[in-house]
């Protein structure tokens, strides 16, 4: 369905208050995917991608002045929107949430891209359906990093023609409860790998960890939380308590990117390849293969 507004091109708003004044049917049926663009880098490989998955709704928040592909702008709803990281972007996906309940959302940031079990012959649609029989509000993510292996032709660390990503040393943590004496919280773990753990010395400790929860049902009273979980502690837990549930990755050139961006890390770092460097195959298949998301019940 497509919006009329006095822009040139129908589905594009100068706010999301704006997008709630025309047509505020566009959020109102689910999954949406809310897509954080920061920079310049992969914009239209990131949009297309997730409208392949079967989201009803891609919704992409980004600067005024960048550009997006005509036959993207097709599909997309294009949001201005000038600050789309931290805690601006918690604010957005949080007020998208409280203007859209009971639906589920997804977010992520762009040159990211999300892999599910099966994503290959299911929609992102069916496999919500199922995680919601299995009495589940919300999905645990995992960020797996991905990196050019020539720094020297990709300068930005990007490379999707020839993606590679960490094989090993993916590990997790009990996760502390400050409120019950540091004893750990149950079925939630800090989980760790990939360039953040590598490369540590350059990532501030409190964002080094690789879980997120990326997928949630929209639940008044519940919000993300700037550390990328949600206010409900059950939200934040990687099975229930009778067997493990679905999971998912969210494979990701973020973190590579800001790392040789960084004019305080990117003359530290003359390559990211290691001897566990293999080459990221754009299938699930692959990442369950290696433990990085889990089926649970989901055949």
């Not at 990131?46 to 989201?55: I, K």
């Not at 012959?121 to 960020?143: K, N």
């Amino acid at each position: 369905m497509r919006a009329v507004t006095s822009n040139s091109d129908p589905l594009r708003f100068t706010s999301f208050q704006e997008l709630l004044a025309t047509d505020k049917s566009l959020i109102s049926k689910g999954p949406l995917a809310l897509i954080f663009v920061e920079d310049e880098v992969e914009i239209d490989t990131t949009l297309r991608h997730h409208v392949g998955l079967g989201f009803q709704q891609v919704i992409a928040f980004m600067p005024a002045a960048f550009k997006m592909a005509y036959d993207v702008s097709e599909d997309v709803i294009r949001v201005d929107c000038e600050q789309t990281s931290g805690q601006a972007m918690i604010d957005m996906v949080n007020l998208v949430a409280k203007q859209a309940p009971g639906v589920w959302l997804y977010y992520c940031f762009n040159a990211e891209y999300l892999l599910f079990p099966f994503c290959e012959t299911r929609t992102v649609g069916e496999m919500l359906q199922f995680h919601a029989q299995e009495r589940r509000a919300a999905m645990l993510t995992y960020v797996v990093d991905l990196y050019a292996g020539n720094l020297w032709e990709h300068p930005n660390a990007v490379s999707i023609d020839n993606a590679l990503m960490d094989k090993t040393g993916y590990y997790a943590l009990s996760r502390p409860d400050p409120e019950n004496h540091n004893h750990p919280k149950e079925r939630q773990l800090n989980f760790y790998g990939g360039l953040r753990w590598r490369f540590e010395e350059h990532i501030p400790e409190v964002r080094r960890r690789i879980d997120r929860v990326s997928i949630f049902q929209a639940t008044e009273g519940v919000e993300l939380k700037s550390d990328f979980t949600m206010s409900d502690e059950e939200m934040n837990t990687f099975a229930c308590a009778w067997h493990n549930n679905l999971t998912a990755a969210v494979c990701s050139f973020r973190t590579a990117k800001a790392l040789k961006t960084n004019a305080g890390s990117t003359f530290d770092i003359q390559s990211f390849t290691w001897h566990n460097t293999v080459p990221f195959e754009w299938h699930s298949r692959q990442l369950l293969d290696l433990g990085l998301m889990e089926p649970g019940q989901w055949f």
